[in-house]
């Protein structure tokens, strides 16, 4: 029980570290100058938080209270999985963007991105925000064993 416990907190822990770490993305891109450099440290961060919660998530799967069966054969979590998955996949374009400003602002000083390409990131970084959103709901539906 107090393993299942340790478990559920880092998770948890996790998500609030993964939602922080987007918020700081989110205002860090409304930003003149971008700050290029901080961008791709808390990228970083972000690539850290989603690891912790798969880590942890694996391990209530895999040794917490209700046992695998319960996960595996739960339609909801797949769909919590798939739109984690789908959140992982938006995050690619903006981690690919960090990387090449970064670049960029080794080979010129005074780099700053196009508005367009913030703009693009932008559009990835909501699509992320939508999709980790939604888990939630799922959460709340597989706790009550709906649908």
């Known amino acids: 029980m107090v393993i299942d416990a340790v478990f ?3 998770h948890f822990f996790g998500i609030g570290c993964l939602v922080a770490v ?3 993305q989110t205002a860090l891109l409304s930003t003149t100058p ?3 450099e901080r961008l791709n440290r808390i990228d970083l961060g972000l690539g850290l938080s989603a690891l912790l919660i798969l880590g942890a998530g694996g391990a209530r799967v895999a040794w917490g209270l209700k046992g695998i069966d319960y996960y595996w054969g739960n339609p909801v979590f797949w769909v919590k999985m798939a ?4 959140a992982g996949l938006a995050s690619v374009p903006p981690t690919l963007a960090f990387f090449a400003w970064r670049k960029e602002l080794t080979a010129k000083a005074r780099f700053q991105p196009p508005a367009d390409q913030i ?4 559009l990835f970084i909501k ?3 939508l999709l980790l959103a939604l888990i939630p709901l799922a959460a ?3 706790a009550r064993d709906l649908p």
Do not use: N, S
């Not at 703009?119 to 932008?122: A, E, G, H, Q």
């Open 119 to 122: 703009k693009r990131v932008r």
């Open 140 to 142: 709340v539906l597989m």
């Open 8 to 10: 559920a907190f880092l």
């Open 22 to 24: 987007l918020a700081m």
């Open 127 to 129: 699509l992320e925000w």
């Open 34 to 36: 971008t700050p290029i």
């Open 83 to 86: 739109l984690f998955f789908g």
